[in-house]
Each structure stands twice: as C-alpha cells, then as structure tokens.
C-alpha cells in the first residue's frame, strides 16, 4: 500500500520557471523525505524534513510539512534543463526506523 | 567512493530460470533493501535486512529470496522466474538512526523474463 501520492502525476513547465511537486500521506510520521530519479538512474536523495520542521531549504529547493494537513510541497525555483526527472516523496512509520514508503512519483519535463 | 553497485546491469531470462542479483555498499551501513519498480508505481520493497546474517520479508516477497552473509552485500535470488517479475529492481543501503534516514541507490537491473 502506498503511503505517500505525489500530485500532480506529471508537469511540464518552460526552463526558468518555478515547479510545484505535491505529495500527500496516510498516518502519522517521523520525517518526509524526497528524492529525484534520472531516467535509467537510481533514486538520490534530496531533503529530508522532520514531523516538527515545516520548512526547509537546500539550493534552489524548498520544502514545506503540514503534519496537520498531512502533506508536503516541493518547490524548484528557477527551473533548468537538467531538472527535468522523477520526483518521488517517501514517508516513514512511527514504528520504524528503517522502512520508506514511496509514492508514484512526479514526472518534470523543463522544456527548454 | 563507489557507494552502492549492482550487478548485473541488465539480463533477460527464460521462465523456470534462476539467477541471482548482487549489491555492495561500502559505506559501512547497517540497512539494506531490495526495491522493484514498475511503470507508475513507486518504490515497492520486496526483502529487507537490518545487519549483516538477518533478513525479513517486505511488501512482496513472494518469488524471491535474500541473504546477507557479510555486511557490504545483499543478494536477492530468483529460484523460479516468471514473467511477471519483470522489473527494475534497485538495491539501496542507509545507516543507522532512531528515524529513517536518507537510503542511498544503486543504479538498478533490469531484468525481462521471456
């Protein structure tokens, strides 16, 4: 079962836009995480964000929790070419401290 | 610093065959996962492992097997292969912690099964 759904599913936006990534999830956590898939790659990491941050900044990535709402918001500023990629959130349980859960993912075309 | 390495890249297997997938993490971390990927959907992790000698089922563990004799390495067997275990599996380590922490990938095996 998935935890976390991403939204929308796919997104394409001009090269030097800003890009909006939502996710949304089931039960309680103790961090959010998200991670970017090239095609053909492996996933890396990205952000983490805890249950008591509600945002949190790296680069030209913003990132924003509402444990109240049960969701989170990736935010690309300044969209580039080699953006372009899969985005996924992953959530964990109160319960455990090494499984994810993963959501679908969203697709980011920059066009250039 | 290679992080984490699976082999093989790619393969294409007959059904009833068996094969068997490897990942090395040299990053001394203590957790390890087998992941499939399939279109539209997310991660899905099918065995884990938590130290080096232990493993335990994930989400869809039927078909497959593990093992984890040293700490750097985790296989996943496939004694009997169905078409329906076509996929891209990915190998991902993390270290440690009192809350999950950021998993680290391999670039994956894609495997047909014909």
């Known amino acids: 079962s998935q935890q976390g759904e991403e939204d929308p599913q796919a997104l394409s936006i001009q090269e030097g836009e800003n890009a909006t990534m939502n996710c949304s999830y089931k039960t309680s956590i103790n961090n959010l995480q998200w991670y970017r898939q090239n095609s053909g790659r492996g996933l890396v990491h990205l952000i983490l964000i805890r249950s008591n941050e509600r945002e949190k900044h790296s680069g030209r990535l913003r990132v924003t929790l509402d444990t109240s709402k049960k969701s989170s918001s990736l935010l690309i500023t300044a969209s580039r070419a080699a953006d372009t990629a899969s985005y996924f959130c992953?959530?964990?349980?109160?319960?455990?401290?090494?499984?994810?859960?993963w959501g679908a993912g969203t697709k980011l075309i920059i066009k250039p | 610093n290679a992080g984490v390495t699976q082999t093989p890249k790619f393969r294409v297997l007959k059904t009833g065959q068996s094969m068997t997938l490897l990942c090395a993490q040299d990053m001394n971390h203590e957790y390890m996962y087998w992941y499939r990927q399939d279109p539209g959907m997310g991660l899905r992790l099918i065995h884990y492992s938590v130290g080096e000698g232990t493993t335990a089922k994930g989400e869809v563990p039927d078909g497959y097997n593990v093992s984890r004799l040293k700490k750097q390495n985790f296989l996943l067997g496939l004694e009997s292969a169905a078409p329906s275990q076509t996929s891209v599996y990915f190998c991902a380590s993390s270290p440690w912690g009192t809350e999950s922490q950021p998993q680290h990938f391999g670039d994956g095996t894609r495997l047909s099964i014909l």
């Open positions: 992953a959530t964990d349980h109160m319960d455990s401290n090494y499984q994810l859960i």
